[in-house]
């Protein structure tokens, strides 16, 4: 009973923590994007625009849930719920940091380590593209529709890329549950033994979360905003938090597989976890800031005809190293 | 083929779309992103500006060529009033002439940083847009500084200029023309050096020298196709003879060609400004011509003819012959001509805008041809359209 309050009080600060987090990379994106552009970014709402989320999320919510005519209801009201959901799923798995003690009980900073996290990981994110499908399906526009044609061929490819780099990790760990993975990364961060896996993680996960310069699922110059063309109000901030939340696990989760999750000299291992993350979400800021987009077929055909037999070359490269070191 | 088996869906894009660069309307027949066929729809943004140049004077005109192409003002100016200054045969003095070739190739820069700005937005560059218009407003500041107006500034005259340059012009003018290439080089790293924008831009919306003389386009357009026709080479006007300056030329004529002949055009304008500041010498900026300028303030209280020359002019406006005039300039979008009628009154008894963009927008279709639907937004910005000047 103490375990399942327990777990009930951690989810809860988590999603506070979540729904924080996404107001306010909201508000750091456009502040840095401000300062890469020469301009101010948002300083109206409160000191520096620091309540500037709040009054977006109060606006949103307060918007009309308006509705195209010949829509298909139910589909078109899931789909946001679908994109929301499996992003929130995902930090069950994520080890923010090792056991601490906690008013004399030991409490571990993370909600579950499944012996298959990473599976569980992959597994939701790819559920994450039906919100996206579906969306754009649903929503009976041209503009949604290619949106979210391209969006799930996009993510589908990529996925199998981001995948690649992540089995490769898991045979240099031996494990597929994050919290070990990262306790085998003590004395050694994996990026070291790694580097092709995570500079193909890093391409991966770029596209998988639809930032520049693979954001062609809602390329404004094209489709205006692709699969969220006619979503407004709070269901397009459900879109909106998927994304960022996205944007927040890949980070962690580059964190997490690569650069040696919550290890690091003197400071408190939650704190070497932010700032890890901190470091990919400024860094996918920073391209968005300078990249032009590619193209919808050229972004294809990097994926599968460059991104996933690097891979693979990379787990056989892996594999056979892991072999020899056990012999 | 039979209708009923051709998979292609037809989009409308526009005529509120965030990349068609106003209220351009296309509507786009896809199969799957490959494109089958584009047809602009045009006149969103028609102002009958041409029919109510009818019915004005010659001299109250000036205020709509800035208003129809609004990115490169001086320029649309100039080729207003040297079309009326070939009606009356009359030419301004040096000083004035020196003036004006400065301020168009100071819009010609302005222009061209919008639509670098804006063509690297179109492939999401959005930082880009920042830093040109930025540099931007460092022009629009030295011809507000000059004629009082940021846009739509009235300050060629018939016969010369509204009035002579201010104080600081020259160090102000330096201070941009000495940044300039400095900053072009930033850009050219920016966008040059990425593969990305190589890839989106390279064999990108390609038209052959022929199509793009067929369809009479001018400007970067046609010169990004090869064909070395720049309307201040080919027809001199207004002094620009006695300038040096290159006329650069692209081979493929797809995107990147286009955008290369652009960012050489602003260098090139950089230097001939450096040449007319070195030209710049004192005299009158206005012809001395009482049937055509007003005569200056100090006259009026001593000379009574002067005064009727004043009244005259203010009340009923110039006179020019009988006759017919096309008098065309280079504009950053190509040749901008004016056709003139006079019937010997004071207002134009006709005015045709020859306008580049409308002729460049018509080769649209051919450039984005079995591209894809993302292409057309390139091609689009590398056409550089401005709608009111391709609408009138």
């Not at chain 1, 520049?212 to 709070?234: K, M, S």
């Amino acid at each position: 009973m103490a375990d399942l309050s327990l777990a009930a009080v951690k989810s809860a600060v988590l999603i506070f923590l979540l729904l924080t987090t996404f107001a306010y990379m909201t508000l750091l994106e456009r502040k840095l994007l401000g300062k890469f552009q020469v301009r101010y970014g948002p300083n109206r709402v409160g000191p520096l625009g620091l309540l500037q989320p709040l009054a977006d999320g109060v606006k949103l919510l307060f918007k009309e849930s308006f509705r195209p005519a010949q829509v298909d209801v139910i589909v078109y009201l899931v789909a946001p719920t679908i994109t929301m959901v499996t992003s929130l799923v995902v930090y069950a798995v994520i080890p923010f940091g090792p056991e601490v003690s906690f008013f004399g009980r030991r409490v571990t900073l993370y909600l579950a380590d499944v012996n298959v996290g990473i599976l569980l990981i992959l597994a939701a994110s790819s559920i994450g593209v039906y919100g996206i499908i579906l969306g754009g399906w649903s929503s009976n526009n041209k503009y949604s529709l290619l949106g979210s044609l391209r969006s799930s061929a996009q993510l589908i490819s990529y996925e199998l890329a981001l995948s690649l780099a992540v089995i490769a990790v898991v045979l240099t760990a031996g494990t597929l549950s994050l919290v070990e993975i990262v306790e085998a990364q003590q004395r050694l961060w994996f990026v070291a033994l790694q580097p092709v896996g995570f500079l193909i993680f890093l391409v991966a996960a770029i596209a998988e979360t639809n930032r520049a310069p693979f954001d062609l699922p809602e390329a404004e110059q094209e489709l205006v905003a692709g699969y969220q063309t006619e979503y407004g109000g709070f269901k397009f901030a459900m879109f909106y938090f998927g994304e960022y939340i996205g944007i927040v696990t890949m980070s962690a989760l580059a964190t997490t597989l690569f650069w040696g999750g919550w290890n690091g000299p003197l400071l408190p291992p939650v704190v070497w976890f932010a700032l890890k993350s901190f470091v990919f979400i400024f860094f996918l800021i920073w391209l968005r800031a300078t990249m032009p987009r590619v193209r919808h077929d050229q972004l294809m055909a990097f994926g599968w005809k460059f991104l996933v037999p690097v891979g693979l070359l990379n787990i056989v490269v892996t594999s056979i190293w892991v072999i020899l070191r056990q012999t | 083929m039979n209708e009923l088996t051709r998979e292609t869906l037809v989009l409308n894009m526009g005529p509120h779309h965030p990349s068609t660069h106003g209220v351009l309307r296309l509507i786009v027949e896809l199969e799957g992103e490959l494109v089958l066929g584009t047809e602009p729809v045009i006149g969103y943004l028609h102002t009958g500006f041409e029919k109510e140049m009818e019915t004005r004077t010659y001299h109250q005109n000036i205020v709509f060529p800035p208003r129809i192409e609004y990115l490169a003002t001086m320029i649309e100016e100039h080729a207003y009033v040297l079309a009326v200054e070939k009606l009356l045969g009359i030419r301004p003095p040096a000083r004035a002439e020196v003036i004006r070739i400065m301020m168009a190739e100071l819009s010609r820069i302005a222009s061209h940083l919008v639509w670098l700005g804006t063509s690297a937005v179109d492939v999401n560059v959005s930082s880009l847009l920042m830093y040109c218009f930025n540099d931007r407003e460092r022009i629009l500041d030295i011809l507000e500084m000059v004629s009082g107006q940021r846009m739509m500034h009235g300050y060629m005259r018939i016969g010369g200029l509204q009035w002579d340059l201010p104080d600081g012009f020259e160090q102000a003018v330096r201070a941009v023309i000495d940044d300039m290439p400095g900053r072009l080089e930033e850009y050219e790293r920016l966008l040059g050096d990425n593969l990305i924008w190589r890839k989106r831009t390279e064999g990108i919306a390609v038209l052959n020298a022929d199509d793009a003389l067929r369809y009479g386009c001018t400007g970067p357009v046609l010169r990004g196709s090869g064909v070395g026709y720049d309307v201040r080479r080919a027809f001199p006007y207004g002094g620009y003879d006695e300038y040096e300056f290159e006329v650069p030329l692209g081979r493929a004529g797809d995107a990147y060609d286009r955008y290369l002949v652009r960012m050489e055009e602003m260098r090139q304008s950089c230097r001939i400004i450096r040449q007319a500041l070195e030209r710049l010498e004192p005299g009158p900026v206005l012809v001395d011509d009482r049937k055509v300028a007003l005569p200056p303030r100090r006259e009026l209280v001593r000379s009574m003819e002067a005064v009727i020359h004043q009244f005259k002019l203010v009340s009923e406006g110039i006179r020019p012959p009988v006759g017919e005039v096309y008098s065309a300039v280079e504009s950053p979008r190509g040749e901008k001509g004016y056709y003139i009628v006079s019937d010997g009154s004071n207002r134009p008894s006709r005015v045709r805008v020859r306008s580049a963009s409308f002729n460049n927008l018509q080769a649209l279709p051919v450039m984005v041809f079995r591209n894809q639907v993302a292409d057309i937004v390139v091609a689009i910005a590398s056409i550089d359209i401005v709608l009111g000047d391709v609408d009138r």
